[in-house]
């Protein structure tokens, strides 16, 4: 992709993060852009720690439209912007960011883009969910689940306090029950959970990694998801659908995360199946 030198700075989204070797969203978002008819350029920078600030005060001075953040400068962000959405502010993290005026607002789209496929498959109000872990993804869902009313909540993580904080986070603060569940050995989900979602990296890159999780204890037509989306086909997933599970994999997240984040910089609704046309093509899947 060549950035045409007439581009104005207002029609450029920049994601800062860490050093990103091809990036999906970039690719989803030139290709919606060009099928949309925009000369929007979606770049990619890589930016230190130390220099964060003064990268956001730039973009702020020179009147850039938006941005993406990985981590870790989506918590690094927050005190660099005017004003934060709900899900943001309760998360403590933002992926995605706009100008409105002279005022940055945070946003973030992780949980949103996942509640948005989830609800393709089933409504999550009144349900009995199981997530395994508690990091940036997980937490972002969790607050999500919270915001959609689900009946209950148990974070299953191997790490005490995170798993802990998010469980508090969602029963004190949002009013959801919550429980926290130490993950050791083969974790076995409670009667009458409708939803298991696996919120951790295990499986990244790596089709034979087993989430230890015993299916067994999982009913017929339960809904099994991953954020997990490279490879798309997960060993939990193909499991669960052997048991007769219904699965969501992580395309569908990531696909909605960059539909939700196009709207929100330019108030146009892409298409989303070019969105999902290009990320699988950027993947060879
Ligand atoms: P974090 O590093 O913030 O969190 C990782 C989580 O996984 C923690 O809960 C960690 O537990 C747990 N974990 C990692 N390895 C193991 C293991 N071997 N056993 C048990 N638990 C483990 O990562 P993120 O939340 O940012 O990302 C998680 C995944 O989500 C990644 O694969 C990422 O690619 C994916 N993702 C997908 C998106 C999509 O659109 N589909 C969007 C964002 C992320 P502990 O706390 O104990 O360390």
């Given at each position: 992709?060549?950035?045409?030198?007439?581009?104005?700075?207002?029609?450029?989204?920049?994601?800062?993060?860490?050093?990103?070797?091809?990036?999906?969203?970039?690719?989803?978002?030139?290709?919606?852009?060009?099928?949309?008819?925009?000369?929007?350029?979606?770049?990619?920078?890589?930016?230190?720690?130390?220099?964060?600030?003064d990268a956001?005060?730039?973009?702020?001075?020179?009147?850039?439209?938006?941005g993406n953040l990985t981590m870790p400068h989506k918590v690094a962000v927050l005190p660099l912007l005017d004003e934060l959405s709900e899900a943001a502010r309760l998360m403590g993290a933002v992926n995605c960011w706009k100008r409105e005026g002279d005022k940055l607002i945070g946003e973030n789209?992780?949980?949103?883009?996942?509640?948005?496929?989830?609800?393709?498959?089933?409504?999550?109000?009144?349900?009995?969910v199981v997530l395994l872990g508690a990091g940036g993804a997980a937490r972002a869902?969790?607050?999500?689940?919270?915001?959609?009313?689900?009946?209950?909540?148990?974070?299953?993580?191997?790490?005490a306090a995170r798993g802990e904080a998010l469980a508090r986070l969602v029963s004190d603060e949002m009013k959801i029950p919550a429980e926290f569940a130490l993950w050791e050995g083969d974790y076995r989900a409670p009667a009458g959970t409708a939803i298991v979602i696996n919120g951790t990296s295990i499986g990244l890159h790596d089709a034979?990694?087993?989430?230890?999780?015993?299916?067994?204890?999982?009913?017929?037509?339960?809904?099994?998801?991953d954020v997990v989306f490279n490879p798309p086909e997960t060993r939990l997933l193909r499991e669960?659908?052997?048991?007769?599970?219904?699965?969501?994999?992580?395309?569908?997240?990531?696909?909605?995360?960059?539909v939700i984040a196009f709207r929100i910089w330019t108030g146009i609704s892409p298409d989303a199946t070019i969105m999902r046309d290009a990320l699988e093509e950027f993947l060879s899947v």
């Open positions: 992709m060549h950035a045409s030198v007439t581009t104005p700075l207002q029609e450029i989204v920049v994601l800062l993060g860490q050093p990103v070797a091809g990036n999906p969203t970039q690719y989803m978002m030139e290709k919606c852009f060009a099928a949309a008819g925009l000369d929007w350029r979606y770049l990619t920078v890589e930016v230190g720690v130390d220099l964060f600030p956001m005060r730039g973009l702020r001075a020179m009147g850039f439209r938006g789209t992780d949980g949103k883009g996942f509640l948005e496929r989830l609800r393709e498959v089933i409504d999550p109000a009144g349900k009995k869902i969790a607050v999500e689940l919270g915001l959609a009313e689900i009946a209950h909540l148990t974070v299953v993580n191997r790490t034979s990694a087993r989430v230890p999780l015993d299916l067994g204890t999982l009913e017929p037509g339960t809904i099994v998801a669960a659908r052997e048991r007769g599970c219904k699965t969501i994999d992580g395309l569908g997240m990531l696909v909605n995360q960059a």
